[in-house]
C-alpha cells in the first residue's frame, strides 16, 4: 500500500512538471507534437527507471559507507550522463525500431533536471530499494501524462487566435498555469 | 580576424538584449520553483551567478587544455564542483535559505544557461570577455528573478522581502505562491516582453520607411524639374 501512495504522489499529486517544475525545457520544447511528446515520455520514463536504481545503489553502498556523501552531485550527473549513452548504445544494438523511436531524445535526457532531482530526492528522503524504483516509475509516468496532455492542448492552440507576442513559450507556460491548477484538484487524494 | 565587440557591451547584453530569461528562454525550472518570494529568487540568483562566473573564468582559462570530445563532459564536472562548493557553503552558513531552496541548488548544475554560456561563449573567449558575459547574464538572471519573485510576493502575501506594503485590506491572491501561479505570472511577463520588443521593431520599421517616402519624394521632384 505504501509503494502505492508513493507511485500515485510522484506520478499525479506531487506531479514531477507542474508541482515541482522539474524537466519544463523538455516541457515547453517537446510538447508540439503528442507523438513525439509520448516517445519522449517513454525515453524518460526509462531513463529514470535505471537512474533511480543506479544512483540507490549507488548512494547507499558507494558514498554512505565511504562517507562521501559531498560528492553526490558531480558523482550523481557523470552517472547520469554515462548511462544515457550506454542506453542509448544499448538500444541500439538490441533494437533498431525503438532505437529509431526514441533515438533523438536520448542526449536530451542528460540535461533533464527531472532525472538529476530524481536521484536527488531518492538520497534526501531516504528512500528503500524498492521504493525508489516505485517512485521511479511514478514521476516518469506523471512527466508522460503532463507532456501528452500538454501536446493534445497545443495541438489544439494551433487553430485558436492567439496575439502574436504570446505564441510560443509565453501562451504553453499560461496554458501549463492552468493545467497546474487543474492538477491540484488531487492534492486531496493523499 | 574576428570583429572585437566593445568589452561593455559583453557585459549589457546578458541585461535585456540576451536576457536568459525573457529573451533565451533558458533556466526555467529553478526560476519557476523558488520565485515564491524575492529573498528566495536573490539568493538562487546569486548562486547561480556564482557558479557561472566562477565556471566561466575557469573554462576560458584552460580552453585550450580540454578536448574537443570531452569537453562536454568537463564543463559538466567542473561546474558541478562549484555547485558542490556553494551547496555546502549555503548549508552552513544560511540553513534556513538552503532548507527553502531545497533540491534546487543542487539542480543549478542542469540549468541550462551555465552550459550554454560555456559552450557558446567561455570556450571560445578570454577569461576576462568570459567573466564580463557572466556577470552580465547572472545579472539579467537576477533581474528576472527578482521581479518575478517581487510580483509573486507582493501579491500573493503583502509583503516585499519580508517588509509588509499592502494594506491588510488587500485580499492576498493565494494562486500567486502555488505552482499555478508561477507559470501564469512568468507567461504573460515573457507575453508582455515579446510585445513591447515588437513594437519597438514596429516603430523602427515605420519611421525607415516614412525615411525612404520622404527621400524618395525629394528626388522625385527633383528629377522632373531637372526635366
Given at each position: 500500500?505504501?509503494?502505492f501512495?508513493i507511485?500515485?504522489?510522484?506520478?499525479?499529486?506531487?506531479?514531477?512538471?507542474?508541482?515541482?517544475?522539474?524537466?519544463?525545457?523538455?516541457?515547453?520544447g517537446?510538447?508540439?507534437?503528442t507523438?513525439?511528446?509520448?516517445s519522449?515520455g517513454?525515453?524518460t520514463?526509462?531513463?529514470?527507471v535505471?537512474?533511480a536504481?543506479?544512483?540507490?545503489?549507488?548512494?547507499?553502498?558507494?558514498?554512505?559507507?565511504?562517507?562521501?556523501e559531498?560528492?553526490q552531485?558531480?558523482?550523481?550527473i557523470?552517472?547520469?550522463?554515462?548511462?544515457?549513452?550506454f542506453?542509448?548504445?544499448?538500444?541500439?544494438?538490441?533494437?533498431?525500431?525503438l532505437?529509431?523511436?526514441?533515438?533523438i531524445f536520448?542526449?536530451?535526457?542528460?540535461?533533464?533536471?527531472?532525472?538529476?532531482?530524481?536521484a536527488l530526492?531518492?538520497s534526501?528522503?531516504?528512500?528503500?530499494?524498492?521504493?525508489s524504483v516505485?517512485?521511479?516509475v511514478?514521476a516518469?509516468a506523471?512527466?508522460?501524462l503532463?507532456?501528452?496532455i500538454?501536446?493534445?492542448?497545443?495541438?489544439?492552440?494551433?487553430?485558436?487566435?492567439?496575439?502574436?507576442s504570446?505564441k510560443?513559450?509565453?501562451?504553453?507556460l499560461i496554458?501549463?498555469?492552468?493545467?497546474?491548477l487543474?492538477f491540484?484538484?488531487?492534492?486531496?487524494?493523499? | 580576424?574576428?570583429?572585437q565587440?566593445?568589452l561593455s557591451?559583453?557585459?549589457?547584453?546578458?541585461?535585456?538584449e540576451?536576457?536568459p530569461?525573457?529573451?533565451?528562454?533558458l533556466?526555467?525550472?529553478?526560476?519557476?520553483a523558488?520565485t515564491?518570494?524575492a529573498?528566495?529568487?536573490?539568493?538562487?540568483?546569486?548562486a547561480?551567478?556564482?557558479?557561472?562566473?566562477?565556471a566561466?573564468?575557469?573554462?576560458?582559462?584552460i580552453?585550450k587544455?580540454?578536448?574537443?570530445?570531452?569537453?562536454?563532459?568537463?564543463?559538466?564536472?567542473?561546474?558541478?564542483t562549484?555547485?558542490?562548493?556553494v551547496d555546502l557553503?549555503?548549508k552552513?552558513k544560511?540553513?534556513?535559505?538552503s532548507?527553502?531552496?531545497?533540491?534546487f541548488?543542487?539542480?543549478?548544475v542542469?540549468?541550462?544557461i551555465?552550459?550554454?554560456?560555456?559552450?557558446?561563449?567561455?570556450?571560445?573567449?578570454t577569461?576576462?570577455?568570459?567573466?564580463?558575459?557572466?556577470l552580465?547574464?547572472?545579472a539579467?538572471?537576477?533581474?528576472?528573478l527578482?521581479?518575478l519573485?517581487?510580483?509573486?510576493?507582493i501579491?500573493?502575501?503583502?509583503t516585499f522581502?519580508?517588509?509588509?506594503?499592502?494594506?491588510?485590506?488587500f485580499?492576498p491572491?493565494?494562486?500567486?505562491?502555488?505552482?499555478?501561479?508561477?507559470?501564469?505570472?512568468?507567461?504573460?511577463?515573457?507575453?508582455?516582453?515579446?510585445m513591447y520588443?515588437?513594437?519597438?521593431k514596429?516603430?523602427e520599421k515605420?519611421s525607415?520607411?516614412?525615411?525612404?517616402?520622404?527621400?524618395?519624394?525629394?528626388?522625385?521632384?527633383?528629377?522632373?524639374e531637372g526635366?
Open positions: 500500500m505504501d509503494l501512495i507511485f500515485i504522489s510522484a506520478a499525479i499529486v506531487n506531479n514531477f512538471v507542474l508541482a515541482y517544475f522539474l524537466g519544463i525545457c523538455p516541457f515547453i517537446v510538447s508540439n507534437k507523438s513525439s511528446a509520448v519522449m517513454m525515453a520514463t526509462f531513463v529514470m535505471i537512474t536504481i543506479v544512483s540507490w545503489l549507488l548512494f547507499n553502498l558507494l558514498l554512505v559507507p565511504y562517507e562521501l559531498f560528492l552531485i558531480p558523482s550523481f557523470l552517472v547520469i550522463a554515462s548511462l544515457v549513452q542506453v542509448e548504445m544499448f538500444i541500439k544494438k538490441v533494437s533498431q525500431p532505437y529509431r523511436a526514441l533515438g536520448l542526449p536530451l535526457i542528460t540535461t533533464n533536471c527531472a532525472i538529476l532531482g530524481l530526492f531518492i534526501m528522503r531516504e528512500y528503500s530499494f524498492i521504493e516505485f517512485f521511479g511514478g516518469g506523471g512527466f508522460t503532463a507532456l501528452t500538454m501536446a493534445g492542448i497545443r495541438e489544439e492552440l494551433e487553430l485558436a487566435n492567439v496575439p502574436a504570446f510560443g513559450a509565453p501562451i504553453t496554458v501549463a498555469g492552468i493545467l497546474a487543474a491540484m484538484g488531487f492534492a486531496g487524494m493523499i | 580576424m574576428v570583429k565587440v566593445p557591451k559583453e557585459f549589457l547584453k546578458g541585461l535585456w540576451q536576457n530569461i525573457f529573451k533565451q528562454v533556466g526555467m525550472c529553478p526560476t519557476l523558488v515564491v518570494s529573498i528566495n529568487g536573490i539568493a538562487m540568483a546569486l547561480t551567478t556564482f557558479v557561472l562566473v566562477t566561466s573564468l575557469l573554462i576560458s582559462t580552453r587544455l580540454i578536448p574537443n570530445q570531452v569537453r562536454i563532459a568537463a564543463y559538466i564536472v567542473i561546474i558541478a562549484f555547485v558542490t562548493i557553503v549555503m552552513a544560511f540553513p534556513e535559505l532548507k527553502a531552496l531545497g533540491p541548488i543542487p539542480l543549478i542542469v540549468n541550462c551555465i552550459l550554454g554560456r560555456q559552450e557558446a561563449f567561455a570556450s571560445k573567449n577569461p576576462f570577455r568570459a567573466l564580463l558575459d557572466a552580465g547574464m547572472g539579467g538572471f537576477f533581474i528576472a527578482v521581479s519573485g517581487g510580483i509573486r510576493e501579491i500573493g502575501s503583502r522581502l519580508g517588509i509588509q506594503i499592502l494594506p491588510d485590506a485580499e491572491w493565494l494562486i500567486m505562491i502555488l505552482p499555478a501561479g508561477a507559470f501564469l505570472t512568468l507567461g504573460l511577463m515573457l507575453g508582455f516582453a515579446n520588443t515588437d513594437r519597438k514596429r516603430i515605420e525607415l520607411i516614412e525615411q525612404y517616402k520622404r527621400v524618395s519624394k525629394v528626388e522625385i521632384s527633383m528629377a522632373q526635366i
